[in-house]
């Protein structure tokens, strides 16, 4: 079973030509959406495959006067073998799951 790890809810307004089923035509329809993306690993639910899982949970803390570059990417999609630093595996993970995470780019 996979577990949420993000929940969001976007208002969206269709207009009166969209087919959208369950609505009749002819005048503005809205509606609200909950999203929930959701992953699963060889190794049962979850989004980390592996870094520190024996820890009860992964936090990481950076003082942003001691980073050596100007820009520092770090890892949002967990496959990254430089953890907690951006190694770009988020491009085979996107190209696999057709996810779309990217780093967190952090400026000095």
């Given at each position: 079973m996979?577990?949420?790890?993000?929940?969001?809810?976007?208002?969206?307004?269709?207009?009166?030509?969209?087919?959208v089923p369950g609505f009749s035509s002819g005048r503005a329809r809205?509606?609200?959406?909950?999203?929930?993306?959701?992953?699963?690993?060889?190794?049962?639910s979850g989004i980390n495959p592996a870094i520190r899982k024996e820890e009860a949970k992964v936090v990481d803390t950076v003082?942003?006067?001691?980073?050596?570059?100007?820009l520092t990417p770090y890892c949002r999609?967990?496959?990254s073998g430089t953890f907690p630093l951006c190694d770009g595996s988020h491009v085979k993970h996107n190209k696999a799951t057709g996810d779309n995470v990217g780093p967190l780019l952090v400026k000095k």
């Open positions: 996979a577990t949420p790890f993000c929940a969001a809810a976007f208002r969206l307004t269709f207009p009166p030509s969209a087919p809205r509606g609200v959406v909950a999203v929930r993306a959701e992953a699963e690993t060889a190794g049962g003082l942003t006067g001691e980073l050596s570059k100007p999609c967990w496959r």
